[in-house]
């Protein structure tokens, strides 16, 4: 399935135009294998521990994959030694996202299907996270991320002083996206071909 068959959308209203973004990278990653996601989840935390920012950093903020996302955890068993938090969504009126220290033992299931640490476990002020490795459904080239639609991850992003790296399977790296004055682009992509580093304009 191509991407491109969407760009006749460009002309909807900003929301709209993500909708209809998300019901194609929705489908396109659940199309993708089984054994082609695992192998490229694999080569993804390769090059991340080869990455000198993830080798200095020690407080880093990673999630549990759900939804066919790459799968990062292989990243957490082979660096015990790392600090690794997990966001937690805090309801309320402006639902946010809370930090946590990540342990494997204490870890609950939300309604949306993920696994987030449980709000008993120590939380991690935000400005202790040097190192961000942002899930999405898609990315683009200028480092515009296509989330689910709740904000959690650019409310946190756009007061974030660390590096970002959003992480993606290397067919849903895409030319471009649409965004909107509250998107925040990340500074780095990583995904089974490469670790681009976006140019700041």
């Not at 080569?43 to 549990?64: G, K, P, S, V």
Request: proline share 8%; aromatic share 8%; glycine share 6%.
């Amino acid at each position: 399935m191509s991407i491109r068959l969407i760009i006749s959308s460009m002309t909807l209203p900003l929301a709209d135009q993500k909708a209809q973004f998300r019901k194609q990278c929705r489908r396109l990653r659940q199309s993708l294998p089984e054994d082609q996601r695992a192998s490229a989840s694999r080569a993804i935390c390769a090059r991340i521990a080869d990455w000198e920012i993830f080798e200095n950093a020690q407080t880093i903020l990673t999630y549990m994959p759900v939804k066919a996302e790459v799968d990062l955890r292989l990243l957490l068993q082979s660096h015990p030694h790392k600090i690794w938090v997990l966001p937690r969504i805090q309801p309320g009126p402006q639902p946010a996202l809370a930090f946590h220290q990540y342990h494997p033992d204490h870890l609950v299931r939300h309604p949306f299907g993920m696994d987030e640490p449980a709000a008993s476990q120590p939380e991690i002020p935000p400005s202790l996270i040097q190192l961000a490795l942002v899930p999405g459904l898609a990315y683009d080239r200028r480092g515009w991320r296509l989330g689910y639609g709740g904000g959690y991850y650019d409310r946190f992003l756009a007061a974030f002083n660390g590096v970002s790296l959003g992480v993606t399977f290397a067919s849903l790296l895409l030319e471009s996206l649409p965004h909107g004055g509250h998107d925040i682009a990340m500074r780095w992509l990583v995904s089974e071909q490469a670790l681009i580093r976006i140019e700041e304009t």
